[in-house]
């Protein structure tokens, strides 16, 4: 292969620039380790003799490690949900498109993300890419009873709020690479992912005996199904869960990245994601590839696990306001919750847009929608969980 003289020169300075960058590093690592100490330096000084005597097997290792805690602070949404997805399929024995409910309230038992323990709660998930679009069917609430929730992707990221004032309707869910008919007649809503999942909330005006059966009939008017049994829908399974366990507590130990591979290999790539992706290669975590890490990189995944928990739940305590001064308890969110760095893609365009009120101001079709927070002098029998 011939080389023209432009290659050459081009190589050649850059292998000199290569040479002259590594010896400045060379040098600047030895003024480092040598200058005098300042006070409070100590522990950067020790980590940086230290990290000189690093072999290639310890900055393997360590790569593992400190990437596996990024790894869990990035994937409690997508684990999260798919805890309550194996709950849903192991404690439930419900199939997908089933519809889990609690009539007398969650209990304790349901070990599910911020539940209220009052509140009468409907699960269900369903996965488009095993079943095709779907339709979830919601009727009309009335005096004695009406419905609160929510459609969320595999992700958490919520497609569309249900059943606020009281409205029914048609909703469509289309698989992210649908490209067949879109019928009319229905609120249509593509996810990113194929899976899906449902949380709703049997709303009772009183606990009467009256109101709690108007609210049993509403509940077994629901329907979900496929859109290819839109002309003869089916009515659902439903499975009652009072006072049976729902264990769908996070693992904050080395299972937790069993989780995190099952969604990442269950649902599609989103472009945004694929530099994470890089990031969860030395883990073992791969797209189309069975995750089996040895003995070993457990280890490691498990001690990262517990770190990366504690970082959470550091954050949880020092960012929130301290209901007393010099006590542990905190008010979980301000009137106008918390500024965060989070960033809201609009679903319209392609430009970024920074968000000083996540949960609060969410961009969808082009508009602001404020979701407004309960007031802290509702009376009792009014309230209902803000996160659940």
Known sequence: MKISRRQAAIGGVTLLAGTSMGTLAHAERARLLMRPIKDGEELVVEKFRDAASLTPKDLASRTVYRRAVDAVIWGVPAVTLDMMRQAYFRDAKASYNDIVWWPKGAGWQNQSLDVDTSVRYLFIFSNTEKDGPMVLDLP??????????????????????????????????????????????????????????????????????????????????????????????????????????????????????????????????????????????????????????????????????????????????????????????????????????FLWKSLTTSTWMRVGLPCQLLRTGGKARRRQLLPLYLPRQKWCSVAG
């Open 140 to 341: 009309t609430g009335d005096a004695s009873s009406k419905f609160l929730g929510t459609i969320l992707d595999s992700w958490q990221v919520p497609l569309v709020d249900i059943g606020v004032g009281g409205k029914g309707g048609k909703y469509l869910i289309l698989p992210p690479d649908y490209k067949g008919d879109e019928p009319t007649g229905y609120i249509q809503l593509r996810l990113k992912t194929y899976g899906s999942y449902m949380l709703i909330r049997s709303i009772l005006a009183s606990r009467s005996e009256a109101d709690v059966r108007a609210g049993d009939a509403l509940v077994k008017q629901i329907r979900i199904y496929p859109l290819s049994q839109a002309g003869n829908p089916p009515v659902p399974r439903f499975v009652e869960m009072t006072d049976k366990l729902y264990n769908a507590v996070v693992p904050y130990d080395d299972t937790f990245y069993d989780s995190l591979a099952r969604v990442i290999n269950e649902e599609p790539v989103n472009p945004l994601d694929l530099q994470m992706l890089g990031m969860l290669l030395p883990l073992g975590i791969e797209k189309s590839k069975k995750f089996k890490p040895d003995a070993a990189t457990r280890m490691q995944l498990k001690a990262a696990a517990t770190e990366a928990h504690a970082w959470l739940i550091n954050g949880i305590t020092t960012t929130f306001e301290r209901y007393y001064p010099d006590g542990k308890w905190v008010i979980p969110t301000s009137s106008i919750a918390v500024k965060t760095e």
